[in-house]
């Protein structure tokens, strides 16, 4: 069953800009993750926010997450070129040990 | 860094043929996982491993079995291979569930 889905399914943005993406989810979680894949290649951890935490920072990203409306967004501040991926949300659900429920992910890319 | 090598970036298939998908890590992760990545449906959890000859279904293992007999190596095995498995398959390991999973580059199999 999915349990992350993104939204929007895809952006298109100029270098320097921010890019926005959120996250919405059905269950209680434990923590939730985002993952970015570059075209045809593995998933890479970003970034881990967990249920007690409301955001988070790691170098130009940024994470909030809203157990109450049970959302999540990721920024990516001052766009690069080699941002382009996609991105996606995982949640490790409260009673799942650990196993991770992924969106379909948002399509971003970056144009110089 | 935590390598997770799965055995071939491309497979070709013939309907009907038993295909073997092997994943290795190698930092001593307890848990390891397959999944299976299609556009628009995101990544879906075929099964996953908390130990050695452990192994749990996730939510599509339909089709599909798993073999892990070192800690080291997890292994999906397609019974008889048919078109609808044509797919990118993940593998992916982790130390426990305060951690990000660490994915291999993944494998694009084709049935044909």
């Known amino acids: 069953s999915q349990q992350g889905e993104e939204d929007p399914q895809a952006l298109s943005i100029q270098e320097g800009e921010n890019a926005t993406m959120n996250c919405s989810y059905k269950?209680?979680?434990?923590?939730l993750q985002w993952y970015r894949q570059n075209s045809g290649r593995g998933l890479v951890h970003l970034i881990l926010?967990?249920?007690?935490?409301r955001e988070k920072h790691s170098g130009r990203l940024r994470v909030t997450l809203d157990t109450s409306k049970k959302s999540s967004s990721l920024l990516i501040t001052a766009s690069r070129a080699a941002d382009t991926a996609s991105y996606f949300c995982a949640t490790d659900e409260r009673d799942s040990w650990g196993k991770l429920q992924f969106g379909a992910g948002t399509q971003v890319v970056v144009t110089p | 860094d935590v390598k997770v090598t799965q055995s071939s970036r491309y497979l070709v298939k013939r309907t009907g043929e038993k295909v073997f998908l092997e994943c290795v890590q190698d930092?001593?992760?307890?848990?390891m996982f397959w999944y299976r990545q299609d556009p628009g449906l995101g990544l879906r959890l075929i099964y996953f491993s908390y130990d050695v000859k452990m192994k749990e279904k996730g939510d599509i293992p339909e089709g599909y079995s798993v073999s892990r007999e070192k800690k080291e190596r997890f292994s999906l095995i397609l019974e008889s291979a048919s078109t609808n498995q044509t797919s990118m398959y993940l593998c992916a390991s982790s130390q426990d569930r305060a951690y990000g999973y660490t994915f291999g580059s993944g494998t694009r199999l084709t049935v044909v």
């Open positions: 269950t209680s979680i434990n923590n």
């Open positions: 930092m001593d992760h307890e848990n």
């Open positions: 926010i967990r249920s007690n935490e």
